[in-house]
């Protein structure tokens, strides 16, 4: 019996999607984790148990399970079709995919450290290192919809376009946030 190639892309999208989902969260609680740090007594007590748990469920439960079936997925794909190791994009999508891998496993780090209470990452620190994430996301995207379509010039370009965006809008919400 064939195994159809479509379920397994299906499957490795929808744990691609619940992947991201949870790397963007995790650094979310980071930073909440982070500021609870300035508050006062008991709200500081209460609130970094409670994003403990939250942190542990989310990583245990959803981002690493999700990591390791998009991980299973996309091998199984590449393994039906080995063909997609002779195309160029692909190569720079693993590349890709590889530092998607360390960006978890540093995530992973934090979080230990923050459980630990030794994490020395400021909550607007958080903020920039989840974006990068999202980099890994539009960089990801782009290169499996446009394959070898996509002009490297305005692909370069059309990344650091966003990055920029990016920091931009973190400044902004710095400023906005100063004025409450």
């Known amino acids: 019996m064939q195994t159809d190639i479509n379920v397994i892309k299906a499957l490795h999208i929808i744990f691609v999607v619940s992947w991201f989902a949870g790397l963007f969260y995790i650094v979310r609680l980071f930073i909440y984790a982070q500021e609870a740090k300035e508050m006062e007594e008991p709200k500081k007590s209460i609130l970094t148990e409670q994003l403990l748990i939250m942190q542990k469920r989310l990583w245990w439960i959803i981002t690493t399970p999700a990591m ?3 991980v299973i997925f ?3 794909m590449i393994l039906l079709n080995p063909a997609y190791l002779q195309m160029s994009w692909m ?5 890709f995919v590889l530092l998607l891998l360390m960006y978890h496993f ?3 780090k934090i979080m230990f450290d923050i ?3 030794i994490c020395k990452w400021k ?6 290192w989840n974006e990068l994430a ?3 996301l539009v960089a990801i995207v782009f ?8 002009n490297w010039i305005y692909g370069t370009i059309g990344f650091f376009g966003v990055a920029i965006l990016l920091m931009l809008g973190i400044q902004l919400y710095k400023k906005i946030r100063a004025k409450k």
């Open 68 to 70: 390791v079936l998009a």
């Open 74 to 76: 996309g091998t199984w």
């Open 91 to 95: 190569h720079i999508k693993l590349g």
């Open 106 to 108: 540093y995530c992973q």
């Open 115 to 117: 459980s630990k209470g």
């Open 123 to 128: 909550s607007n620190q958080l903020r920039l």
């Open 134 to 136: 999202t980099l890994f």
């Open 143 to 150: 290169l499996v919809v446009l394959k070898s379509t996509l």
